[in-house]
C-alpha cells in the first residue's frame, strides 16, 4: 500500500521577525554608547606605530578635548558636559570610588596646546586614577 504524500511543511515568519528584532534592539544599543563617548569634532592625531585599543576598555571615562580655532581655546567634554580640568578631579575620584580599575581615555585634538593636555593629565593624576590611554589614528583621514 502507497502511504499518502506528505505535506511541505509551512514556513513560520513570526519567530524569525522576533530574533530579528532582538538583534536590531542589541545591535542599536552597542552602537549608540560608542556613539555617546565619541565627538566628532575631535580631529584626532595621527600615530602609525600605535597599538590597537584593549578590548577590556568597560570601565572607561572619556575626555573629548576639543579646540575652538575661533577663541584659540580648549573644552573638556565627558558624558556631554563640559568640564574644567580642575572639575575632573572630583569627578574621576567619584568614579574610581565606585570601580577601582577606571581608566581615561583622552581623546584631545590635534591643535589642543600642550600646556592644556598637561592640565588635564595633572588632575588625572591628582585623582587617583593610574591607567591613561591615548586615542589616536594609524593615516590621516582626507576632508
Known amino acids: 500500500?502507497?502511504?499518502a504524500p506528505e505535506e511541505d511543511p509551512e514556513f513560520q515568519i513570526a519567530p524569525m521577525i522576533d530574533i530579528l528584532l532582538v538583534l536590531l534592539?542589541?545591535?542599536m544599543s552597542i552602537s549608540t554608547t560608542d556613539a555617546l563617548q565619541s565627538n566628532k569634532e575631535v580631529n584626532l592625531p595621527?600615530?602609525?606605530?600605535?597599538?590597537?585599543?584593549?578590548?577590556?576598555a568597560?570601565?572607561?571615562v572619556v575626555l573629548n578635548v576639543t579646540w575652538q580655532p575661533v577663541s584659540g581655546s580648549?573644552?573638556?567634554?565627558?558624558?556631554s558636559a563640559i568640564l574644567s580640568p580642575a572639575d575632573l578631579v572630583p569627578m574621576l575620584r567619584n568614579r574610581l570610588?565606585?570601580?577601582p580599575q577606571t581608566r581615561v581615555l583622552v581623546r584631545a585634538d590635534r591643535n589642543v596646546r600642550y600646556e592644556?593636555?598637561?592640565q588635564i593629565l595633572k588632575s588625572v593624576g591628582d585623582s587617583g586614577v593610574s591607567n591613561i590611554?591615548?586615542?589616536v589614528v594609524d593615516k590621516e583621514v582626507p576632508k
Open 46 to 56: 595621527v600615530a602609525k606605530d600605535a597599538k590597537p585599543p584593549d578590548k577590556g
Open 116 to 118: 592644556y593636555l598637561r
Open 74 to 79: 580648549s573644552n573638556i567634554e565627558v558624558d
Open 97 to 99: 570610588v565606585a570601580v
Open 133 to 135: 590611554t591615548f586615542s
Open 25 to 27: 534592539v542589541f545591535f
Open 1 to 3: 500500500m502507497r502511504s
Open 58 to 60: 568597560g570601565n572607561q
